[in-house]
């Protein structure tokens, strides 16, 4: 994964209200103050530690590709992709997504491959 300096740091799945999911777009519209928590939570759990934000991305998206959310894969791409993530790499998390889930958590992870 990209670790250079050029690559903007990254805030967390949720920095970014215009780009939230769904899901916490309908909670922010019942309970804004809930929202915000959520939000940082995310904002926490994603940033740079001792896993970088790129490594993190990527086992959310496997994670997704696990539950069979297509569009939570979709989107965590896109965000890995913004991160620096090579398609190579990508492919390679789909893999380990095939080889601990099967043959129905690849079809969910193969979302990840397309731009």
């Known amino acids: 994964m990209t ?5 903007p740091a990254f805030d967390g ?11 916490l777009k309908t ?7 809930f929202a915000d928590h959520v939000a940082a939570i995310a904002r ?11 490594t993190k991305t990527l086992i ?3 994670l ?7 569009s939570g894969v979709k989107n965590l791409a896109a965000v890995a ?10 492919a390679e998390t789909v893999k380990v997504v095939a080889n601990q ?4 958590r690849l079809a969910a992870a193969v979302h990840a491959l397309e731009e």
């Not at 926490?44 to 790129?54: E, H, V, Y």
């Not at 889930?101 to 129905?104: A, E």
């Open 13 to 23: 799945l949720f920095a970014d209200t215009d780009i939230e999911p769904d899901f």
């Open 27 to 33: 909670l922010r519209a019942h309970d804004p103050e």
């Open 60 to 62: 959310t998206l496997a």
């Open 44 to 54: 926490n759990a994603g940033a740079d530690n001792a896993l970088s934000a790129q």
């Open 3 to 7: 670790s250079d300096n050029a690559t």
């Open 101 to 104: 889930g099967g043959l129905g």
């Open 81 to 90: 992709r913004a991160q620096g993530v090579s398609e190579q790499e990508l």
């Open 64 to 70: 997704d590709a696990a539950d069979g959310n297509t």
